[in-house]
């Protein structure tokens, strides 16, 4: 869903990608009015949710972000968070909007952000004044949002906390819906700080932010034959030549870990190590089994020569 905009160039250096043109949609259309109110936090900082770190219900799914994981509707798709760059502005980048002027046809019935450069389009946050409001609920992870509830015209009201050291935002105009996503907040699982038990094995993508400190941004449980077969598809691959280059400004990462063993791709210089310290070069055989939607929207990959399939599993580099 997007707005009608007022389109505004802005150079932009997103967390280490190339400078490139990013297009602000600074919606400032006639209708309904965006924000009219603000209040205090409706929880105390740093509180933790009584949810249960089992796996979500039917008809739901987990994200995650930094040290937190919540429970989302399976049926929503992805969006950007609210994300502060080099320059100071804070916008998010991505292709849906909660913001729409259309029908909205074809679109997910909702959608869950991250705080990374998913798309070049991009808007401003906070809405820009007589902006619409939003029309489709959505949770960011960790954006760049103070404490507090916002209400909108039409009942829409965005409320957001802080749980597990990071933010967490939920706008919908269902109390009962946002109530259950805030409450589904938990310590984030898997990958978290225990290691998997036997016969379990974890993904987990880690985005680089801009100050080269890895975050957890998608974990997820998956069979054990999926690090088997990732494991040897990698070792099928030929040995990655030498880059300085990308070892001077490392990338993303992505880890499958099981009770015994490690698979850890490098998403900077495009490799994958099996677990015997030799780096190979990534192939889409090795990237095949695990990388799926949440991957798509929260993990960022450099594509070189040979190597554009990377973009149907990854961010690639936008403008």
């Not at 905009?5 to 602000?24: I, S």
């Not at 760059?85 to 849906?96: I, K, M, N, R």
């Amino acid at each position: 869903m997007r707005p009608n905009p007022a389109v505004v160039p802005l150079l932009v250096t997103p967390l280490l990608v190339a400078p490139l043109l990013v297009t602000v949609v600074l919606t400032a259309c006639s209708g309904e009015p965006g924000a009219v109110r603000a209040e205090e936090a409706s929880g105390p900082v740093g509180a933790t949710s009584g949810a249960t770190s089992g796996g979500p219900p039917d008809g739901w799914r987990t994200e995650t972000w930094a040290g937190l994981s919540v429970d989302v509707p399976d049926e929503w798709g992805y969006t950007g968070a609210p994300a502060r760059f080099p320059g100071g502005e804070v916008l998010v980048c991505a292709d849906w909007s909660p913001l729409s002027t259309g029908d909205g046809e074809g679109e997910p019935p909702g959608a869950v952000g991250r705080p990374v450069l998913s798309s070049d389009v991009c808007w401003a946050y906070p809405w820009i004044a007589n902006s619409p409001a939003p029309t489709a609920p959505y949770v960011w992870l960790g954006g760049e949002v103070e404490a507090g509830t916002v209400r909108y015209a039409g009942g829409f009201v965005q409320e957001t906390v802080v749980r597990q050291g990071t933010t967490l935002t939920v706008a919908t105009d269902d109390p009962a819906l946002r109530e259950r996503i805030l409450d589904s907040a938990r310590p984030a699982t898997p990958c978290g700080e225990t290691p998997p038990a036997v016969d379990v094995v974890e993904v987990c993508g880690y985005d680089r932010d801009r100050r080269g400190t890895l975050v957890l941004a998608h974990a997820a449980s998956v069979e054990p034959g999926v690090l088997a077969e990732t494991e040897a598809a990698a070792r099928a691959a030929a040995r990655a030549p030498e880059d300085a280059e990308c070892r001077a400004e490392p990338g993303d990462r992505v880890v499958l870990r099981s009770a015994e063993r490690r698979v850890v791709v490098d998403l900077g210089c495009v490799s994958v190590d099996p677990g015997d310290g030799v780096e190979r070069v990534l192939t889409e055989e090795a990237v095949r089994p695990w990388a799926g939607p949440a991957v798509r929207a929260s993990l960022f990959a450099w594509s070189r020569e040979g190597q554009e399939w990377l973009v149907r599993y990854f961010i690639g580099p936008q403008g």
